[in-house]
């Protein structure tokens, strides 16, 4: 019998319409066993993750509910729109089950274009994950990052679990965040890159189409172009890494539409962002972006 893929995901509250979608999109392209879900989550008994449940469900998939303890996350940095919910998939390899050697880590905010089975078959040996570059970061002396290293996202992770429990390294990381606040920006992934920055396997980025690919136009990227192409001709995994998301009425994403497209088949099908999702200040950071 074909094992079984594992995934993993968190989501707070705000974030189940949009966990909605991305698992709608990743039904949508899964063949062979049936995919097991774990969810690092306080809100499985709110009416919109039930629904969430119902969701897995009649997919015919396995939904683990994985309840957290906050206390290891309690004071590390936190900025912006961030909960401690940016935190938990630190606890992932000590809340699955250690009979689970690996897991494929997924953000709420992409859509799944493709089988990930391809991906959850790369084989990550002696690694403790693999991932794609983040194009865009280049503050490598303050995380102490050595020159030539590049630097992950953490949206899209293939964790081996067995290499995290056997290295401590979920300790290890949050050592880092709670020691150096100063040096952290990006909150988790942060930190998993000053710890584990030589022992990662870097990922095609299709696997990861993060935002700044769809707006390259006159910047330096360390992506060739032809691999920019590819990736905006047949993205694997859309990931919307902007501070407009499509759920925002002004995002301009050029693949927005497909977070409809995968949104009408749960039960958030008639969500359509309203006025209020951005405020005069968002409106003028947007300009400031455009400027850029």
């Known amino acids: 019998m074909e094992p079984n893929l594992h995934v993993a995901i968190t989501t707070d509250e705000k974030y189940i319409q949009h966990a909605g979608a991305m698992l709608a999109s ?153 020691s150096n606040p100063d040096k952290i920006t990006a909150w988790d992934q942060d930190g998993l890159n000053a710890v584990l920055h030589s022992q990662w396997l870097e990922l095609h980025p299709r696997w990861n189409v993060q935002t700044i690919l769809f707006e390259h136009a006159g910047r330096d990227l360390p992506v060739p172009a032809d691999v920019i192409a590819e990736c905006l001709a047949n993205p694997a995994v859309i990931h919307y890494t902007a501070k407009f998301k499509p759920w925002h009425r002004w995002c301009e994403h050029p693949r927005k539409g497909e977070y409809y497209r995968y949104l009408a088949a749960t039960p958030w099908r008639d969500f359509r962002p309203g006025e209020s999702a951005a405020s005069p200040l968002q409106t003028i950071w947007k300009r400031l972006l455009r400027s850029v």
């Open 26 to 178: 990743l039904f949508a392209h899964a063949a062979g066993a049936p995919l097991v879900i774990h969810c690092i989550t306080h809100a499985a008994g709110t009416p919109d993750f039930k629904k969430l449940a119902g969701q897995v469900a009649r997919a015919g998939h396995q939904l683990r509910v994985l309840v957290p303890d906050d206390a290891p996350l309690r004071g590390l940095k936190l900025s912006d729109h961030a909960t401690t919910a940016v935190y938990y998939r630190l606890l992932l390899p000590e809340l699955i089950d250690p009979a689970v050697p690996r897991v494929l880590y997924l953000d709420s905010d992409l859509i799944v274009k493709e089988d990930v089975r391809q991906l959850w078959n790369t084989e990550v040996g002696g690694y403790a994950l693999a991932a794609v570059r983040d194009p865009l970061f280049s503050d490598y002396e303050k995380l102490g990052i050595p020159a030539g290293r590049p630097y992950f996202n953490s949206g899209v992770m293939l964790l081996n679990l067995d290499h995290w429990r056997q290295h401590g390294h979920a300790r290890e990381v949050l050592a880092y965040i709670r």
